[in-house]
């Protein structure tokens, strides 16, 4: 299925306008009724299947525990691997033009290489995350600490600094370095997936004073939550996140930001250094949170117009990246510099009836491979998405096809709720009261 909004990449003055969104939206729609060019995929199901992926430490039991490894395939030719382990998406083969198919994340061969690798219990920035299911909190907390209204009072909690002074992803051990339990049979018909489930316990992240990244002791998140993440692939080729969680505590409130740290490179995660600074990026937001040193907001949001991270019309990534114009709407605050390139968090605009998608979801990003034909739609429910373009990837890992990573290898679109809202009344809030129940889907939509 072609995207028609493609002519148009080829036309930079278009912004993202009736006719632009108008073009995405098409797509959305197409999309979500699963048109396909042949009658054949109409009639053909999606499949699942199961293997075991070898065995590690759960760190809530502390036992040796069996992982697994899932493989959703679509009648298009489209295949996603998922592992247990984290509930990691750890490859998604696409096919591009000529019907050539590719991997386009980046990902680890083993289940070794995840556990030692993806986002290891070290206080120096954690890792990549590399397709991680992030939470409990996705982004960073400022300097690990945020206050929340109780029945009892105002409580102050605190959690583990693993990314300078400020805690990131959920903390030294976050939802990507535990095994997921499967909830339920596979899920078969019009798509194929699987539920997966964790259970956080009161204090999660938690830690001894002394402990790392807790040098006077961490209260870690409270309240138990049972989070159900739930992943299918359908025949419009669309990968489809689901997200559930349950606040179990009768009298505890907590806060949660889940988020997928898969990075993207639409030309394949093997493809030539670089090849990802080549790619079109379009982002449906008018604003960003530009952020302090340490990459805490600063509290406002900023427009985009006149900045490196206008992305209303689509800019590849690298034409852009190591302009130093970009502290215009945050002065003495450099934003490229601190980031080391994009890693902020852009404020998705107003749903309007032009950028609406599948299941009524708001158009975020649009991500496009000009060599191979391939293309990607983000989808979603947040009010923001965080666009990562693997600043920190430095050649030192090795990925799932022999293959190092390093700067322009692969970017994110982590849709989230903003960083550190639980320090930002101003912010749309990340709070989950006791008893209750948070749902949120985001669909990334490939074609070719």
């Not at 959305?28 to 396909?36: K, R």
């Not at 090795?398 to 930002?424: C, D, K, L, M, W």
């Given at each position: ?17 009736a ?56 009648c298009?030719g489209?295949?996603i ?37 993806a ?119 669309q ?29 394949g ?55 130093v ?44 491979d ?28 090795v ?50």
């Amino acid at each position: 299925m072609r995207n028609v909004l493609l002519p148009r990449f080829t036309r930079p003055a278009v912004r993202f306008g009736a006719a632009a969104v108008l073009g995405i939206g098409l797509v959305g729609g197409l999309a979500a009724s699963q048109a396909s060019a042949s009658p054949s995929h109409q009639q053909c199901s999606p499949t699942v299947s199961k293997a075991k992926f070898g065995k590690t430490i759960e760190p809530y039991t502390g036992k040796l525990t069996q992982t697994f490894r899932y493989t959703l395939t679509n009648c298009r030719g489209m295949q996603i691997h998922l592992l247990s382990y984290g509930a990691i998406t750890q490859s998604i083969d696409v096919p591009g033009r000529n019907g050539r198919e590719a991997d386009v994340i980046l990902g680890f061969k083993t289940l070794k290489d995840y556990v030692t690798e993806a986002s290891p219990p070290v206080t120096a920035n954690g890792g990549p995350y590399f397709g991680e299911t992030i939470g409990r909190y996705g982004n960073r907390i400022a300097k690990g600490t945020f206050k929340l209204q109780q029945p009892s009072g105002l409580e102050t909690y605190t959690l583990p600094i693993n990314n300078g002074v400020n805690d990131l992803h959920g903390g030294l051990v976050g939802f990507g370095d535990h095994v997921w339990s499967q909830v339920g049979r596979l899920i078969r018909g019009n798509a194929a997936g699987v539920t997966l489930r964790l259970v956080s316990p009161n204090g999660d992240s938690s830690g001894a004073v002394g402990s790392p990244g807790c040098p006077d002791g961490c209260t870690g998140f409270p309240a138990q939550i049972t989070v159900d993440v739930t992943f299918t692939l359908n025949n419009a080729d669309q990968y489809r996140i689901h997200y559930k969680a349950v606040n179990d505590s009768k009298n505890l409130n907590t806060v949660i930001n889940l988020t997928n740290h898969s990075y993207f490179n639409l030309a394949g995660e093997a493809s030539t250094a670089g090849s990802a600074y080549g790619q079109f990026v379009q982002i449906n937001a008018n604003k960003y949170t530009p952020t302090d040193t340490t990459q805490i907001p600063l509290g406002y949001l900023a427009p985009v117009k006149g900045t490196p991270f206008d992305f209303t019309r689509p800019h590849t990534i690298g034409s852009r990246i190591d302009d130093v114009s970009a502290n215009t709407n945050s002065p003495g605050f450099n934003q490229l510099l601190i980031a080391q390139g994009y890693d902020h968090n852009w404020v998705l605009n107003p749903q309007t009836a032009r950028t609406t998608g599948p299941e009524g979801l708001n158009l975020a990003a649009h991500a496009w491979d000009r060599a191979s034909g391939r293309e990607l739609t983000v989808w979603t429910d947040q009010p923001g998405v965080q666009f990562y373009s693997g600043n920190f990837l430095t050649g030192t890992l090795v990925g799932i096809s022999g293959h190092t990573y390093r700067q322009g290898a692969g970017y994110t679109f982590e849709t989230q709720h903003f960083p550190n809202s639980p320090n930002q009344p101003n912010f749309p809030s990340t709070e989950l009261k006791a008893g209750a129940t948070s749902n949120s889907t985001t669909i990334f939509a490939f074609s070719s």
